[in-house]
């Protein structure tokens, strides 16, 4: 009996990874990556929260991915498995997005979502 594998946890558009690279290069402290997790808040339950890493935490997950690293908060791996992260800038919004297969649902605003 062969055990099935998960599907990466995360992965990087190269949109995200190059803008991954390009906040690390601006900050001026040692940073390792940056942290992916999910909280409680917004019209439909959760929200994405994306920080930097300045050290590892013992039970979190690190993806490599595209030359960058992410670490993801181990409250929010059952949230965003399988998700891939991009970067959007347009006239109206520039930051983060996450296309998450496990979203049932997603407010307007895509400020948050539901599991």
Do not use: W
């Not at 900050?27 to 917004?42: E, H, N, Y």
């Not at 991915?65 to 993801?72: A, C, L, S």
Request: net charge negative.
């Amino acid at each position: 009996m062969s055990m099935e594998q998960r599907p990466q946890l995360i992965s990087l558009t190269d949109a995200a990874a190059d803008r991954v690279k390009m906040l690390i290069g601006k900050t001026d402290k040692p940073v390792l990556g940056l942290r992916v997790g999910v909280s409680a808040k917004g019209c439909n339950g959760m929200s994405y929260v994306v920080e930097y890493a300045e050290d590892e935490s013992k039970l979190e997950e690190v993806v490599e991915d595209k030359g960058v690293k992410i670490f993801i908060d181990p409250m929010a791996v059952m949230y965003v498995l399988g998700s891939t992260m991009d970067y959007v800038e347009d006239k109206f919004h520039s930051g983060f997005v996450f296309d998450n297969p496990n979203e049932t649902g997603r407010c307007g605003c895509g400020e948050s979502f539901s599991i």
